[in-house]
């Protein structure tokens, strides 16, 4: 078995750390978001903040799986740019829900983002089950988002 190294652990920790906190940044629950109508089911606001952490401890840790089980420096190569996509595509839906006041535009990107979810889970499956493994719930709470993002755009619409 492959050790895991504290230089992957370092690398995996500050990009997801990097990650929660521009997302956080990003997120303002202010005035506008607080006059959209939401379901009632919507968790409370309160509660994505641990959400969120988990998910990112968790991809943090899928991230190292699958570098230690990556045999190649293409392989490796694909671990970064998956995660890195991923990363990019999630500070996107926040800027266009949050910042650019468009859930409209962010129901879109969302489905983007889910097969950016999917993509490492099918690809790292393979060498590193539990690097796949540990993309599940990430899965599960961008499915669960993306069905939060239609309803609120549902019962808010028309954006512009």
């Known amino acids: 078995m492959r050790r895991i190294s504290w230089q992957s652990v370092l690398v995996a920790a500050s990009a997801a750390t990097l990650v929660g906190t521009l997302g956080g940044v990003l997120t303002d629950t202010g005035l506008w978001y607080q006059s959209l109508t939401k379901p009632s089911w919507q968790p409370p606001d309160w509660a994505f903040a641990p959400a969120w952490t988990l998910i990112?401890?968790?991809?943090?840790?899928s991230a190292i799986y699958?570098?230690?089980?990556?045999?190649?420096?293409?392989?490796?190569?694909w671990v970064v740019v998956l995660f890195t996509l991923n990363a990019a595509?999630?500070?996107?839906?926040?800027?266009?829900?949050?910042?650019?006041?468009?859930?409209?535009w962010a129901l879109i990107e969302v489905a983007v983002l889910w097969l950016s979810v999917l993509v490492?889970?099918?690809v790292f499956w393979r060498r590193s089950r539990t690097a796949s493994l540990y993309l599940l719930p990430y899965l599960a709470w961008v499915s669960f988002a993306a069905f939060l993002n239609y309803t609120v755009v549902r019962l808010n619409a028309p954006f512009a």
């Open 66 to 77: 699958a570098w230690r089980d990556s045999y190649t420096p293409a392989q490796r190569r």
């Open 89 to 104: 595509l999630n500070s996107l839906w926040s800027t266009l829900f949050f910042v650019v006041k468009r859930p409209d």
């Open 120 to 122: 490492p889970i099918v």
């Open 56 to 61: 990112f401890i968790l991809a943090a840790v």
